[in-house]
């Protein structure tokens, strides 16, 4: 048996993993999927102060408490942020780590010199607007599936406006976890992606994939998913 701990990105929640853990479930492994603070069914609690330290407490506090070890921890998009932080925490319990179409941080790197100018945009105006969140992202602009695109918008939310603008303090723990993987949406235009695949395909202790789909890999591709987290563990 084999225990994953997957991550969700930005404007997302645990829901969006659900057929990617019932898969591995029924194979007889252990998922977890925490919806981060602010976020899912933890919208209740969105509030000025969450970033991505926040966000990486939640994921460290879920190992704790479930005395989780020799994990696999997969992040998502805005996700690869929060578990390269966790990793500063829990590298020992970390067996296996994989960026799904992901931001790869490097110390003193933000969300805001990461993402795409249409984001940047966004925050630059919700920060002037004194919000505390940065509004939502229709799924189509994710290359969503057309008919899960309504499902996946009903479920999204506004994301913490401190996940973006935070510059993370990384010690390279990460590089440290002997099993790295990136898993690249081939189907979604994105040059920081771009950018942190080729980065990692020059390292040989990173295993790299494509998958021909939209960014929301768990959704659109959720079987081929499954069995690359199964090969990654």
């Known amino acids: 048996m084999t225990t994953f701990v997957l991550v969700h990105g930005a404007w997302h929640g645990g829901w969006c993993w659900r057929r990617v853990s019932d898969l591995l479930e029924a194979k007889g492994h252990k998922v977890f999927t925490p919806t ?39 992040g998502h998009s805005y996700g690869g942020m929060v578990i390269s932080l966790v990793a500063e925490q829990m590298a020992d319990r970390i067996g296996s780590i994989a960026f799904l179409d992901a931001f790869v941080p490097e110390n003193g790197d933000s969300m805001f010199e990461l993402t795409n100018p249409v984001v940047r945009d966004s925050l630059t105006a919700a920060t002037a607007r004194g919000d505390i969140s940065v509004p939502g992202r229709p799924a189509a602009a994710f290359l969503v599936n057309e008919k899960d695109q309504a499902w996946v918008d009903s479920l999204t939310g506004p994301q ?74």
């Not at 000025?48 to 330290?53: C, R």
């Not at 993987?181 to 295993?207: H, M, Q």
Request: proline fraction near 4%.
């Open 36 to 74: 981060l603070t602010g976020l899912g069914e933890r919208s209740h609690l969105m509030r000025a102060g969450i970033d991505v330290s926040t966000h990486a407490t939640d994921v460290v506090n879920l190992m704790k408490w479930e005395r989780l070890s020799d994990v696999v921890l997969c």
């Open 160 to 233: 913490p406006i401190g996940t973006m603008t935070e510059k993370l303090k990384l010690s390279g723990a990460r590089e440290k976890i002997a099993k790295k993987s990136y898993i690249r949406a081939g189907a979604y235009p994105n040059p920081g992606f771009d950018k942190a695949l080729n980065r990692v395909k020059a390292d040989k202790s990173w295993r790299t994939y494509d998958v021909p789909c939209g960014h929301d890999v768990m959704v659109d591709m959720p079987e081929r998913l499954a069995e690359i987290l199964l090969e990654v563990a």
